[in-house]
């Protein structure tokens, strides 16, 4: 399971160098997906799932991950970037540049 976080605020956007590894949100990012995992993990103990976490731009890392992959992942809150489209820009790029197949899945509604 790989997240993306993005560049922080003011980072510039030339460098495709990522954040050190001890940046809070990172860590906070891992622990979020630890937790929802817990329960998965009890119902399917012979999926191994390894979690990476980076704050960098998310499509060239999630490209990078679609090539290494059998099936790409996306979450969508349904809040489309583009007008007609119920996908966000990085999801609607990575329709496009994906190296393996693409799920999408929308967030339950709260």
């Given at each position: 399971m790989i997240?993306?976080?993005g560049l922080p605020q003011g980072w510039p956007r030339h460098l495709l160098r990522p954040v050190p590894p001890d940046d809070?949100?990172?860590?906070?990012?891992?622990?979020?997906?630890?937790?929802?995992?817990?329960?998965?993990?009890?119902t399917?103990?012979?999926?191994?799932?390894?979690?990476e976490v980076?704050?960098?731009?998310?499509?060239?890392t999630l490209v990078d991950a679609s090539h290494r992959a059998?099936?790409?992942?996306?979450g969508s809150r349904g809040h489309g970037g583009?007008?007609?489209l119920a996908v966000g820009s990085v999801t609607h790029r990575l329709l496009r540049l994906a190296g393996c197949p693409v799920a999408v899945v929308n967030a339950p509604a709260t």
């Open positions: 997240s993306a976080l809070e949100r990172v860590a906070e990012r891992r622990a979020e997906i630890e937790t929802a995992l817990e329960g998965l993990r009890g399917y103990p012979d999926v191994t799932v390894e979690i980076h704050h960098i731009d998310p499509v060239p059998d099936l790409l992942v996306l583009f007008h007609g």
